[in-house]
C-alpha cells in the first residue's frame, strides 16, 4: 500500500515536470491569425480538413462522425471527405458550401494556429471582409485548372487594402494538371501582374494539393522543381513581429473604473505601442497631459504596457477622459482630428447605400452620428476600374466622403488599423451597414454650394408677409392626433391672414418620397428631406406644420439643426395608444402587430419621448380646437404673428 | 522586445469584449455554469473590473440535476468573491417533476435548462448574457459571433449573423433582442487547462480523478451521484477513478477512467486525448446537427 504512494507520487511528480516543461515550451509560442479564401470550389475546407488531420488533432469521435457523414453526403466516395469536418452547419452540408467564418484551431512545435475559414461565394464577400479584419496572414486559393477568377482577385483586393501583413497564393489541385511547373509559373505570372496594380509588395507562391497532401505539411513528391517551404513550413516560420508595437502609444478609453473615491482608472486595450510608468501622456481630443501614475492588476502594479494588452491606467492628475477618448504618448505627434473624411468602404447590406443618411460610426470605443455625403466612385476589382456611381450595393468597394456630427481622432488605417477602421450601423435596424477604412482628412466643401447673395432675402420676404417664418415639428404615435389639431391650427393661421403649409405623409409620401421604403430605415430620409423642405418654406416666409411620427430624439435633433433651433418649435402628441387604436380605422396597428407592416413606432419599434417639448398634448385631455389656441397663444407669445 | 504569448493574446481579447459589454448595454449577466470555463470566465472578469466589483450578476440555471460537489463549489466561490448571484430552477419544470430518467435527457434539458434560461433571462430583464463557450467545442459554435443576437424568444438565426470586422463589436439591438457574448470565443480546451495551471484558479474537484461510485450505460461511465439514479437489472455501482471532462447534469454526463488526480496530470492526459470534450455529453448525440438545433431553440 504504502509503495503504491510512493510510486503515485513518484508518477505524479514527473508528470509535473514534464507538464511544467511543456507549458514553458507553450509560453514560447506565437499566435499566429491566417484566413483562407479563394472561390468557391478551389479548395479551402479540404485543406483545413487536412491541417487540422495531419496535425493529428481529430478526436476519435470527431473522425468516427466524419467517416459516417462522409459516407452520406460526401463527394469523395468512400475517401473521408474533409470539407465536410468544417463545414458546420446543417444548411451548408446539404448545400456542400460554407457560408459562414468558420474558425479552427490547431498548433505546432512552434506556434498556435487560429484559422478562419471563409466562404467562397460572392454573396458572401462581407463574410470573407471579416475574417480579412482579424487575420495576420492570408491563404489565397487558386485551383490550377481554373487560374484567377474574379473572386481571387476580388480577395487579393481586399486583403491587401485591410492590410493583412503577409500573403500566400496557394496554387491548388496540381494533381489535375499533372504537377506541371509551367502552369504554376504560368499562373505566379498572373498573379503578380495582378498584385502590382493593387500596390501588393510581396507575397509567397505554393504549388499543392490538399486533396493529395502535396505540400500542405510534406514536401511533395511530385514536384521536384519546386524548392520553396511547404505550407506548414511557411505558416511556422513567418515573422509575426507586430509593427503596432514600434508606433505611437494608444489607448482608447473603453470604460472609466471608479470603484470609490480614491481609484479612477481608465480601463482599455492598448492599440499601438507602449508606455512606462513616468511617462507623459496626452488625452485626446481635450489635449490634456498628465503621467501615467501606476498601471493596476490584480497580481500586483506592472511598469510598462505594451500593445495589445488589456490594461487598467492610473494618471497623476485627475483629467476627465471618457469613453472613447484616446490615451496618447507624450504631446508631440498626436492622432489627427476632423469631422471629414476621404475612406474605403465595403458596403455589406443588402439594402443599397442612400447617400445623406445619418448612421452610427463606430471607431475604436467612440460612436459617432455619421453620414456619407459624397460616393466618389466604385472599384471594379477585376479590371481595378474606378466608376462614377451615386450609391453603392451589397460586396461593393467605392471611395467616398464622409462626415461626422462632431471632430474625431483618427489615423490614416494605413498607419494605425484601430485608429482608422470604422463600421456603419443602421440606426433603425441596427445592423451593421458597411466597414470603413479611412485614408485622410478631407478638406474643403463637398458640394457646389451657393456663395451669391439672394437680393430678396428671408427676412424681406416675412416682413412682407408679417409674419416671423417658423416650423412646428409635431412628434407622437400614428392615430395621436398631429394632422388634426395641425389643420385645427391652420385654419386659425389662414383665417387671421396667415400664410403657412402643412407637411405630412399625405402629400410628401406620393411625391417628394415616392422612392423611400417606409418599413426600413428611409424613416430617417424622409425625416431629413421634410426639415429641409420645411427650411426652404421657411425661407419663403412660410409658417410650416410638419406631422410626422419622427420617433427617435435623434431624429429630431437632426430636424431642429436643418431647420434652426430659433425657427424650431416642437409639439408631443402623447395620446394613449388605447385612443390612437380607437381611431384606427384602417387596421394600421392591427397589421403591424401581425407583423405585416414594420417598424412602426409604438408596436416593434421604439418611440423615444421629447425630454423638453415645447407643448405636449393628448388627445384625452385637449380637443383638436383647444390644443390650436394653446399653439396659437404660444407663437403670439414668442412674436410670431405680426400685429 | 517582448511579444506578448497566445494566452497574453487571448486573455487581453476576452477582457476587452467584458468590458465592450459593460460599456454599451444596460443590464448584463454571466452566465455561471460552475465548470471550468466558466471558471476561467469569471477569472477574467474579476482581472477586468478590478479593483471594482463585478458590475454585474452570475445567474445560475440549477436544473436539480447537478452533481452534488457542483453546489458546494458554487457556494464557497460566492463567499469567497462576493459576487452576486443568481439561482434559478424552472418551478414548472419542479412542479411537473421533469427529470432525465423518466422524460429523458431531451425533455429534461430542454425544459429544466433551455426554459430555465428564458425565464431567468426574461424575469432579470438581461439584455446581454455572457457565456463561456468556445468555438473549438463543436462546428456550429466554430461559426458563432463573439456578439452573438436572440431574438425575443431566444432563437438564433446562423443566416442572419451580423459581420464583426476587427475589434469593433456593434452592441446595438432592437426590442426584445438580447445579446448572448463569448468572451472566450479564441481559446482551445487545452488554452482552458493551461490557464488554469498558470493562474492557479480553482476549479470543482470532478475534474480530477478519484474513485468514484459509477454504473456503465451504453458505454457510458454514470456517477450514482445520489439515490435518485435509478438502477437498471443487475446494475451495482462500481468504485472507478474516474474524473470528468465536462460537468452538466450528473445523470447525462460520462466519466472517464483516469489516474489523473492532479492538475498537471489532466493537462498531461488531454495533450493524449483521443476522444473530444463534449463526446461525454449525451445531448450532443443525437444527430450531427443537434447544437444547431438546439442554440435555434434558445439552449444559450
Keep these: 500500500m504504502s509503495q503504491d504512494m510512493t510510486v ?233 513581429a507586430d509593427e503596432v508595437a514600434e508606433k505611437p502609444f ?227 404615435l400614428k392615430r395621436s392626433g398631429k394632422t388634426y389639431i395641425a389643420n385645427a391650427l391652420e385654419r386659425k393661421l389662414f383665417a387671421r391672414g396667415c400664410h403657412s403649409f402643412i407637411l405630412d405623409p399625405g402629400n410628401v409620401l406620393p411625391g417628394m418620397s415616392e422612392d423611400l421604403d417606409f418599413e426600413s430605415s428611409d424613416q430617417i430620409e424622409n425625416v431629413r428631406r421634410v426639415a429641409h423642405m420645411s427650411k426652404l418654406m421657411n425661407d419663403a416666409g412660410l409658417i410650416v406644420m410638419t406631422c410626422f411620427t419622427s420617433p427617435l430624439s435623434f431624429e429630431r435633433r437632426m430636424a431642429r439643426r436643418i431647420i434652426g433651433t430659433e425657427n424650431f418649435l416642437e409639439i408631443h402628441m402623447d395620446t394613449p395608444i388605447e385612443i390612437s387604436l380607437a381611431q384606427d380605422s384602417q387596421g394600421y396597428f392591427e397589421k403591424a402587430r401581425r407583423g405585416e407592416i414594420k417598424n412602426v413606432a409604438g408596436i416593434d419599434m421604439r418611440f423615444e419621448p421629447p425630454k423638453a417639448a415645447d407643448l405636449t398634448f393628448s388627445l384625452r385631455k385637449h380637443s383638436p380646437e383647444d390644443a390650436a389656441d394653446i399653439i396659437l397663444a404660444k407663437l403670439t407669445e414668442m412674436g410670431v404673428l405680426g400685429g | 522586445m517582448n511579444t506578448l504569448s497566445h494566452l497574453d493574446v487571448l486573455e487581453a481579447e476576452a477582457i476587452h469584449i467584458m468590458r465592450e459589454v459593460v460599456a454599451e448595454v444596460e443590464n448584463p449577466v454571466m452566465m455561471y455554469s460552475v465548470g471550468k470555463d466558466s471558471a476561467v470566465m469569471l477569472h477574467l472578469a474579476l482581472k477586468a473590473f478590478a479593483p471594482g466589483k463585478l458590475p454585474f450578476p452570475l445567474l445560475h440555471v440549477d436544473t436539480g440535476f447537478k452533481f452534488r460537489e457542483m453546489i458546494a463549489f458554487r457556494d464557497q466561490m460566492q463567499k469567497d468573491y462576493g459576487f452576486d448571484l443568481i439561482v434559478h430552477q424552472n418551478q414548472d419544470g419542479l412542479d411537473a417533476g421533469i427529470n432525465p430518467f423518466d422524460h429523458g435527457s431531451d425533455v429534461h434539458t430542454n425544459i429544466m435548462k433551455t426554459e430555465g434560461l428564458k425565464q431567468a433571462l426574461d424575469a432579470g430583464g438581461f439584455d446581454a448574457a455572457f457565456g463561456g463557450a468556445r468555438r473549438d467545442e463543436e462546428a456550429t459554435r466554430a461559426k458563432e459571433r463573439v456578439f452573438s443576437f436572440r431574438t425575443k424568444t431566444h432563437g438564433w438565426d446562423p443566416k442572419n449573423q451580423r459581420p464583426e470586422l476587427w475589434s469593433l463589436y456593434n452592441a446595438h439591438k432592437n426590442i426584445g433582442e438580447s445579446i448572448r457574448v463569448f468572451p472566450m470565443s479564441n481559446w482551445t480546451e487545452f488554452d482552458v487547462w493551461q490557464y488554469i495551471y498558470e493562474q492557479n484558479i480553482p476549479i470543482v474537484p470532478l475534474y480530477l480523478a478519484a474513485k468514484r461510485p459509477v454504473v456503465e450505460r451504453d458505454g457510458v461511465l454514470i456517477m450514482v451521484d445520489d439515490d435518485r439514479l435509478p438502477l437498471r437489472d443487475g446494475e451495482i455501482p462500481m468504485q472507478k477513478m474516474v474524473r470528468f471532462r465536462t460537468l452538466g447534469c450528473y445523470p447525462l454526463t460520462g466519466a472517464v477512467e483516469s489516474k489523473a488526480a492532479t492538475l498537471p496530470e489532466i493537462i498531461q492526459e488531454t495533450l493524449v486525448a483521443r476522444v473530444s470534450e463534449r463526446s461525454g455529453r449525451m445531448i450532443d448525440h443525437d444527430q450531427a446537427a443537434s447544437m444547431e438545433k438546439k442554440k435555434r431553440e434558445g439552449y444559450f
Aim: proline share 2%.
Design chain 1, 250 to 476: 494608444r489607448m482608447p478609453v473603453q470604460w472609466v473604473n471608479r470603484p470609490d473615491l480614491d481609484f479612477r482608472g481608465f480601463a482599455g486595450r492598448v492599440v499601438s505601442g507602449s508606455l512606462k510608468v513616468g511617462d507623459k501622456i496626452t488625452s485626446m481630443p481635450s489635449g490634456k497631459t498628465s503621467k501615467l501614475a501606476r498601471v493596476y492588476t490584480v497580481d500586483g502594479d506592472l511598469d510598462e504596457v505594451l500593445a495589445g494588452q488589456s490594461v487598467t491606467l492610473c494618471l497623476e492628475d485627475e483629467i476627465d477622459a471618457s469613453r472613447g477618448d484616446i490615451l496618447c504618448a507624450g504631446d508631440a505627434n498626436l492622432p489627427q482630428q476632423s469631422d471629414n473624411f476621404h475612406v474605403k468602404i465595403l458596403w455589406m447590406s443588402e439594402q443599397k447605400l442612400r447617400v445623406g443618411r445619418t448612421f452610427r460610426m463606430k471607431i475604436g470605443a467612440h460612436t459617432v452620428n455619421a453620414s456619407v455625403t459624397q460616393t466618389k466612385h466604385v472599384i471594379d476589382v477585376n479590371t481595378l476600374q474606378h466608376i462614377s456611381a451615386e450609391t453603392l450595393e451589397l460586396n461593393e468597394i467605392g471611395e467616398c466622403i464622409v462626415r461626422t456630427e462632431r471632430p474625431i481622432c483618427f489615423e490614416p488605417y494605413a498607419n494605425n488599423r484601430e485608429m482608422g477602421g470604422f463600421i456603419l450601423i443602421d440606426k433603425i435596424t441596427n445592423a451593421t451597414m458597411a466597414m470603413g477604412l479611412i485614408a485622410d482628412a478631407h478638406s474643403g466643401a463637398d458640394l457646389d454650394q451657393r456663395t451669391q447673395e439672394l437680393t430678396i432675402d428671408r427676412a424681406a420676404r416675412a416682413d412682407q408677409k408679417r409674419q416671423v417664418p417658423l416650423t412646428v415639428w409635431f412628434t407622437g
Design chain 1, 8 to 240: 503515485g507520487q513518484k508518477a505524479s511528480q514527473k508528470a509535473i515536470a514534464e507538464v511544467k516543461a511543456y507549458i514553458d515550451a507553450q509560453r514560447q509560442k506565437t499566435l499566429l491569425r491566417f484566413i483562407t479564401c479563394g472561390s468557391v470550389d478551389d479548395g479551402k475546407s479540404t485543406l483545413i480538413g487536412r491541417l487540422l488531420f495531419e496535425s493529428k488533432l481529430l478526436f476519435d469521435d470527431q473522425l468516427e462522425n466524419l467517416k459516417n457523414v462522409s459516407k452520406k453526403l460526401g463527394t469523395q466516395g468512400d475517401d473521408i471527405d474533409f470539407a465536410l469536418l468544417v463545414d458546420g452547419l446543417a444548411a451548408e452540408r446539404e448545400q456542400g458550401i460554407t457560408i459562414d467564418v468558420a474558425y479552427r484551431f490547431f498548433n505546432t512545435e512552434q506556434r498556435k494556429f487560429i484559422v478562419i475559414d471563409t466562404p467562397g461565394h460572392e454573396q458572401y464577400t462581407r463574410n470573407m471582409a471579416t475574417g480579412a479584419s482579424q487575420a495576420d496572414l492570408a491563404v489565397l486559393m487558386v485551383d490550377a485548372r481554373q487560374g484567377l477568377t474574379t473572386q481571387t482577385k476580388r480577395h487579393a483586393y481586399i486583403v491587401q487594402a485591410l492590410g493583412v501583413k503577409h500573403i500566400v497564393v496557394a496554387i491548388n489541385k496540381m494533381d489535375l494538371v499533372d504537377y506541371g511547373q509551367d502552369r504554376f509559373d504560368e499562373l505566379v505570372e498572373n498573379f503578380r501582374t495582378f498584385s502590382q496594380k493593387i500596390d501588393m509588395e510581396a507575397f509567397t507562391a505554393i504549388p499543392m494539393s490538399a486533396l493529395k497532401g502535396d505540400n500542405v505539411l510534406e514536401a511533395s513528391g511530385h514536384m521536384d522543381w519546386y524548392t520553396g517551404p511547404t505550407l506548414m513550413q511557411h505558416l511556422n516560420t513567418v515573422s509575426v
